[in-house]
């Protein structure tokens, strides 16, 4: 697996929701209370991106497709119709920079 820079800066406040592309892969990285997430930028339901057809509600990622939610911390469906959890990413901090690991 490779750590990819994100070219954010981790000051970002929490609850912020910043769509990047690491390793050609699109995903939102996601500023919570309790540190730094990255989800794959897809709904695995039907593939609408939660940049523009979603949101981030705490540790939640709701598809506003068709409703599905999924913990941004684990990827794991917390509603259906989704059945298949989505891609989560491991995010660290180094130096001034976000890194987003695949």
Request: charged share 25%; proline share 7%.
């Amino acid at each position: 697996m490779t750590w990819y820079d994100t070219d954010l800066r981790p000051g970002d406040a929490a609850g912020s929701c910043t769509p990047v592309v690491a390793g050609g892969v699109p995903m939102v990285l996601i500023r919570s209370e309790d540190g730094w997430w990255a989800i794959e930028d897809r709904c695995s339901h039907a593939g609408c991106a939660f940049t523009t057809d979603g949101e981030i509600a705490g540790s939640i990622a709701i598809c506003d497709c068709h409703g599905s939610e999924f913990d941004i911390r684990s990827g794991e469906v917390l509603r259906p119709p989704a059945r298949v959890p989505i891609r989560t990413f491991p995010v660290r901090v180094v130096g001034d920079r976000l890194e987003v690991r695949m």
